[in-house]
């Protein structure tokens, strides 16, 4: 068993605990405290990224081990894919918490924030390294009653408003949820993921298991925000602080719903045909209608909110046409590709989604507005916030040799080789969209004439520039993952611990 395992969620709750103590007593104790906590999270999540390869670390909570080798514990799992999103979680969340230190100020009540910022964290790490439904749940729930105060920190009408509508869905995506488990545990008799798989083998009930799926895609669907289940999101983004808000769209919809979707049906389910067929057909819906529905915001951060329901269209289309492709037994090796270009693309949305918020936050603390039509002229008088933006709208817009580029690039390559020509040119057309909002985003905020008082103007603080420089460092770092080299060391353990429908069964089961 490995004792690292558990400190992704001990460390994050014991924080939340200490904050809401010591903080109390002592001054700025709770930023600093938050983000120390998070940059040791960090560290751990790239140990285990670079020393975990084909392994599967499990760790068995209390001690308890399989009774006729049937797992009876809680299982916490770190494999190849559970090591890309715990960093993409960590990082992102240090950065976020690093960056509030100056945003947060103009909000009363910052112990209540970061306290809620770490139960966020711990809730993420939890979902993601649980080996069982049970636990997912329980980890889901922390994670977004967490975020449903947050999004509703500033208590504006907006943001109530915008919080409850994300409640109201959040419960209704929840119980979906539960409602799937109960139909799961009724026929397999455990929640153990791996176990499941095994019941599932020896032969099930069809038309069932048909339901069951797709009562579980339509909950963790609605946590993902993939359309048509994205009602909650333009609000929920846009009205919560931005480095919620990066959050939100950069971790929380791949944490507890993309990453969810994708360990269930490859390592639990049996891929089936028609449901590979609907899961392509909800990632193509996405990202072609979230494109259009964004292109004409003038609100910065529904713009931006816009962008993650195309931008997670496209992980779960090239994810579906490997499906397709695995369901058919055909073609192995595209199949590993289109996954690869899915993973590939969830990392990078990560990072240039988390930064565009985080550049829409310094504006709005600069100028106080997010309307584009009130800004004009500020790569001038902010420097930093104007050229990360740049990396981040060029990234999103897949302009070489930024990361978006090369990993749209895998997707079209694999979607052409698959013979899925239609989406193909569908990709390559909501790329060139994305690109003209984007420019329309770089024009109005930052080049354009504006009647703004210049004397007003200046840029951000050091620990918000500090953030945004080194998410546009990442954006251009992680474009070195199309290196065979790097991809092997990454993104190849994951590839095969979703591909291999046996490996991560036998090996929990096995131990």
């Known amino acids: 068993m490995n004792p690292l395992l558990p400190f992704f969620v001990i460390t994050p709750l014991a924080g939340a605990f200490l904050i809401m103590i010591i903080g109390r007593f002592v001054s700025d104790f709770n930023k600093y405290f938050t983000s120390l906590i998070l940059l040791f999270l960090a560290c751990i999540s790239f140990y285990f990224l670079f020393t975990t390869g084909e392994n599967i670390y499990v760790y068995k909570v209390g001690g308890w081990e399989p009774v006729n080798k049937v797992p009876i514990g809680i299982y916490m799992v770190m494999d190849g894919f559970t090591a890309i999103i715990v960093c993409i979680i960590n990082l992102i969340g240090f950065l976020s918490a690093f960056y509030s230190i100056s945003y947060i100020k103009r909000y009363t009540a910052e112990n209540y924030f970061y306290a809620l910022f770490c139960l966020m964290i711990a809730g993420m790490n939890g979902v993601v390294i649980s080996g069982d439904l049970f636990n997912i749940f329980v980890f889901l729930e922390i994670s977004v009653i967490s975020s449903y105060a947050l999004v509703a920190f500033g208590v504006e009408k907006n943001e109530l408003e915008a919080s409850f509508k994300y409640q109201v869905l959040g419960a209704l995506a929840s119980f979906l949820i539960l409602i799937g488990i109960g139909l799961i545990y009724w026929k397999a008799k455990t929640l153990n993921i791996a176990d499941i798989k095994t019941a599932f083998s020896n032969g099930y009930d069809k038309t069932y298991y048909l339901f069951v799926q797709i009562v579980i895609l339509s909950g963790f669907g609605l946590k993902a925000a993939i359309i048509p289940f994205h009602a909650w999101l ?278």
């Open 234 to 511: 333009p609000d929920a983004h846009s009205s919560a602080p931005s480095p919620i808000s990066a959050m939100l769209s950069g971790v929380l919809i791949k944490a507890v719903g993309i990453y969810v979707i994708i360990r269930l049906f490859f390592n639990m389910f049996i891929i089936s045909e028609s449901m590979s067929i609907l899961i392509t057909t909800l990632g193509t819906l996405s990202m072609v209608i979230g494109v259009f529905l964004a292109i004409g915001q003038w609100d910065i951060k529904r713009l931006l909110a816009y962008h993650s329901i195309s931008q997670m269209g496209y992980v779960v289309l090239s994810v579906g046409i490997g499906m397709i492709l695995v369901s058919r037994g055909i073609k192995p090796e595209v199949a590993a590709l289109a996954i690869t270009g899915g993973i590939f693309h969830l990392i990078n949305h990560a990072a240039f989604k988390g930064l565009l918020f985080l550049n829409a936050g310094a504006i709005e603390y600069t100028i106080g507005t997010r309307d584009l039509k009130e800004m004009g002229g500020l790569a001038k008088d902010m420097p930093a916030t104007s050229a990360t933006s740049f990396v981040a709208s060029m990234s999103i817009s897949g302009i070489p040799p930024f990361n978006g580029f090369f990993s749209k690039l895998v997707i079209i390559i694999a979607a052409v080789m698959a013979r899925f020509y239609l989406l193909a040119v569908l990709a390559v057309i909501v790329s060139i969209i994305t690109l003209a909002s984007f420019l329309k985003f770089q024009r109005y905020a930052f080049y354009n004439k504006s009647d703004i008082k210049r004397d007003k103007i200046k840029e951000v603080p050091f620990p918000m520039v500090f953030s945004m420089v080194i998410l546009s460092i990442i954006c251009l770092m992680l474009s070195l993952l199309i290196i065979p080299e790097i991809r092997e060391t990454i993104l190849t353990p994951a590839i095969n611990i979703l591909t291999d429908p046996l490996k991560y069964s036998s090996t929990i089961i096995g131990q």
